[in-house]
C-alpha cells in the first residue's frame, strides 16, 4: 500500500469546462495534517477536489492521492477518503442512522460494523437525539453535520470538506470548526478543507493553499507565511479635503500595500526596515494627520489579499 | 474520564473489496420498496393473471371438458407473459419503481456521495438496474416457472414438460428481454429528469406514443410491417418467435428485434452520459 509525506500532489493539472479552465496547469503538494484550501468563489477549489476524487478527469496532468495515482485507481483512494460536498446531498427517503449507515455499507464496511459507527458518527457530530428522523426534515446546519457524519462513517484517512461551515449560524458554524479541527489535531485524520473563508482556515487548519483564477497563487504553513517580510500597522489620518484616495495614491507609490478594512481604519504593509518612521513621513509630505497608528500582527486575510493580488 | 467515549474512534475492523457494492445498493432499494403498503398491494394484485392461469392448469388437468375448451399449450404460457393484464401490472411496477431510481438521487444530490464511495458508476447503475429487474422478475419470470412447475403438479407426470422442453428456456428468454428492456428504458429516463412524476409521464408517453404511431401507420396501410415503431409490438413479437408461435406482425422479427436492442443500446447510452459525480454544462 503506498504511502506518502504528501497526502495529495498535483502535478501541471489543467481541467477545463469546455473553453473555460477551471484549473491552469496546477503544480501543487498537500501536507499530512489540516490543510486549508482557500481562494474566491470561482477559484478553482471545488474542482481540485472532485478532480481528486475522479469525478472530472483533467485535460492534462497528474494527481496523487494517498500514494495512489488517480487515474489508475480512483476507487483505492476512494475506499480511503471521505467527502463533505458543499451542496445539499443524501440518500432520499431514509433517516439519518439509515443513511449514515448505509454510506458505511458502501464504503465496504459490514452491516453490523456499519450500523455501529453510524450511530457513533451522530453523536459525535451531534445528531444522536435526531437520528431517526428523515434527513429530508433536517434543517440546513443539521443536513452539513449529517454530511460531515456519512464522510466520517467508514474512518477514512483523508477527508475532503468543502466549505463545511455553509449556511450554518454563528453557534452551529463554531461547533463545526471544533468538530474539524479536533479530527484534525486529536483523532489524526488528515483533511483538506475547502472554504473562502478565512477565519474558518487559519482556525482549524496549520497549512493553507491559496488558490485564484485556477491557479495556486500561495502555498505554505499558516505560521510561517504570516511572518511579517516588513511590518504591517492599523493606521487612522485625517486629510485636509477628507478624501482618502491621494494619501493611499502615494503609500501605494512609495511601495506600501494599503487594505481599507471599515470605515477609516487602514492596514499599511510597510516592507523593509522604514516602519513607522517611513509612514510618517509619507503623512506629514501629504500634510495628512495621523489620529491612530498601531503594529499589528499579520493575518492570514493579508496573506490572501497579498496573494491574489486583491486591494 | 468518561466510562464510554461517544467521540470519534479510528475503526478496527474488515473492509469488504470493490466490485460487490452493487448488492448494497440492491438491498436497499429493495427493502426501501418492501416497506411500502401501496406497492405491497401492487405486487399482491399482480399475481392475479398467475392465479388466473394456475386456475385453468387446475381446470384443464380435472376436467376433459374445460381442457378442450381451454386446453393449456405452449401458447398459454406466451398468452400469459404477453397478456395485457401482465403488461398493466409490468407497467404499474416499473413506473411504480423505476421512474424515482436515479431522478430522486438527482434531486438530492445523492450521486456525488455514492460515487465518492469505491463504487463505480457501473456498479450504481447495475445496482439499481437489479432493482427493478428483481421486482420485474416476481411478476413475469418466477410466476410463468411456476406455472410450469404447477402444471406438471396438477397433471401427475412429466409428459408436457418433455414434449415443450423449450418452454423453460423461451420463459426464460422472453422474461429477461421484457425486463431487461423495461428496465433500462425506465432507468435511462430517470437519469433525465429530476422529478420522478415527470419521468413517469415520460414512460409512460414512450410507449403508448409509439404504439399509437405504429396504430396510424396501420390504420393508413393496413399493413402491420411497421409494428417495429412500436416497443410493444416489437416485445409482442419476439414473444411469438422465442414461444414457437405464428408471428404476428409482418415485420420480421430480426427488426424486431433490432428495435429492442437498440432500445437498451440507447437506454446504456443515456446512462453513461448521466451518471456523473459532477454535472458538467460546457
Not at chain 1, 471599515?262 to 501629504?286: H, I, Y
Not at chain 1, 500634510?287 to 493579508?302: A, G, I, K, M, N
Not at chain 2, 411496477?93 to 463505480?120: C, E, F
Request: hydrophobic share 50%; aromatic share 10%; with cysteine.
Amino acid at each position: 500500500m503506498p504511502e506518502a509525506a504528501s497526502v495529495v500532489t498535483l502535478e501541471d493539472v489543467t481541467v477545463a469546462y469546455g473553453a473555460n479552465r477551471a484549473l491552469r496547469d496546477v503544480t501543487s503538494s498537500f501536507a499530512a495534517g489540516a490543510v486549508g484550501l482557500l481562494g474566491p468563489n470561482g477559484a478553482g477549489k471545488s474542482t481540485m477536489i472532485k478532480a481528486l476524487l475522479g469525478f472530472i478527469t483533467p485535460e492534462t496532468g497528474r494527481m496523487r492521492v494517498l500514494g495512489y495515482d488517480v487515474a489508475a485507481s480512483p476507487l483505492a483512494i476512494r475506499a480511503r477518503v471521505g467527502y463533505m460536498p458543499e451542496s445539499d446531498a443524501h440518500i432520499p427517503g431514509m433517516n439519518a442512522v439509515s443513511f449514515v449507515a448505509y454510506c458505511g455499507e458502501l464504503a465496504g464496511l459490514p452491516r453490523v460494523d456499519a450500523m455501529q459507527r453510524a450511530h457513533e458518527m451522530l453523536f459525535y457530530v451531534g445528531l444522536g437525539e435526531a437520528r431517526y428522523r428523515n434527513v429530508e426534515t433536517y434543517s440546513t446546519g443539521m443536513k452539513q453535520r449529517i454530511k460531515l457524519a456519512q464522510a466520517l462513517v467508514h474512518d477514512p484517512d483523508l477527508l475532503f470538506l468543502d466549505e463545511p461551515t455553509n449556511g450554518m449560524d454563528p453557534k452551529g458554524r463554531d461547533e463545526m470548526l471544533e468538530l474539524v479541527r479536533d479530527l484534525a489535531h486529536n483523532k489524526g485524520v488528515n483533511l483538506i478543507l475547502s472554504s473562502h473563508l478565512l477565519p474558518d482556515v487559519e482556525y482549524t487548519c496549520d497549512d493553507v493553499v491559496v488558490m485564484d483564477k485556477g491557479r495556486i497563487a500561495a502555498a505554505g504553513p499558516i505560521q510561517a507565511m504570516k511572518q511579517p517580510r516588513g511590518r504591517v500597522y492599523e493606521l487612522r489620518v485625517k486629510t485636509p479635503t477628507g478624501d482618502l484616495e491621494p494619501f493611499t495614491g502615494e503609500l501605494r507609490a512609495a511601495g506600501l500595500e494599503c487594505h481599507a478594512t471599515d470605515e477609516d481604519v487602514m492596514r499599511v504593509f510597510v516592507p523593509g526596515e522604514g516602519g513607522a518612521q517611513q509612514l510618517f513621513a509619507l503623512a506629514s509630505r501629504a500634510r495628512v494627520q495621523v489620529r491612530h497608528l498601531r503594529p499589528s500582527v499579520p493575518t492570514l486575510e493579508d496573506v490572501f489579499a497579498h496573494a491574489v493580488g486583491e486591494e | 474520564m468518561p466510562i464510554h467515549d461517544q467521540g470519534y474512534r479510528r475503526y478496527a475492523g474488515t473492509r469488504a473489496g470493490t466490485g460487490t457494492n452493487w448488492v448494497v445498493i440492491t438491498r436497499a432499494g429493495i427493502r426501501t420498496m418492501l416497506a411500502k403498503r401501496a406497492f405491497l398491494g401492487l405486487l399482491l394484485a399482480s399475481l392475479a393473471p398467475f392465479l388466473f392461469r394456475v386456475l385453468q392448469i387446475y381446470a384443464s388437468a380435472n376436467s376433459p371438458q374445460l381442457a378442450s375448451l381451454a386446453p393449456v399449450t405452449a401458447e398459454t404460457f406466451r398468452d400469459y407473459l404477453d397478456g395485457f393484464a401482465q403488461h398493466l401490472f409490468i407497467f404499474f411496477i416499473t413506473v411504480y419503481v423505476g421512474a424515482g431510481l436515479i431522478a430522486n438521487d438527482r434531486r438530492a444530490n445523492a450521486l456525488q456521495i455514492y460515487l465518492s464511495k469505491p463504487i463505480t458508476r457501473g456498479e450504481y447503475i447495475f445496482g439499481k438496474l437489479a432493482i427493478l429487474m428483481a421486482f420485474l422478475a416476481l411478476v413475469t419470470w418466477i410466476p410463468a416457472i411456476t406455472l410450469l412447475l404447477v402444471q406438471v403438479a396438477f397433471a401427475g407426470n412429466f409428459t408436457f414438460l418433455v414434449n415443450n422442453a423449450y418452454l423453460f428456456p423461451a420463459i426464460t428468454i422472453y422474461a429477461f428481454l421484457e425486463i431487461l428492456m423495461a428496465a433500462s428504458t425506465m432507468l435511462a429516463l430517470s437519469s433525465l429528469s429530476n422529478s420522478s412524476r415527470y419521468v413517469a409521464v415520460l414512460y409512460a408517453v414512450l410507449l403508448f406514443f409509439t404504439q399509437a404511431i405504429y396504430g396510424v401507420m396501420y390504420a393508413v396501410t393496413r399493413s402491420s410491417s411497421f409494428s417495429w415503431m412500436s416497443l410493444s409490438a416489437s416485445l409482442s413479437q419476439m414473444s411469438s418467435v422465442i414461444f414457437r408461435q405464428p408471428l404476428r406482425y409482418e415485420t420480421p422479427w430480426p427488426v424486431s428485434l433490432l428495435v429492442i436492442v437498440g432500445a437498451i443500446a440507447v437506454s446504456a447510452l443515456v446512462l453513461e452520459r448521466r451518471v456523473r459525480g459532477v454535472e458538467v454544462v460546457a
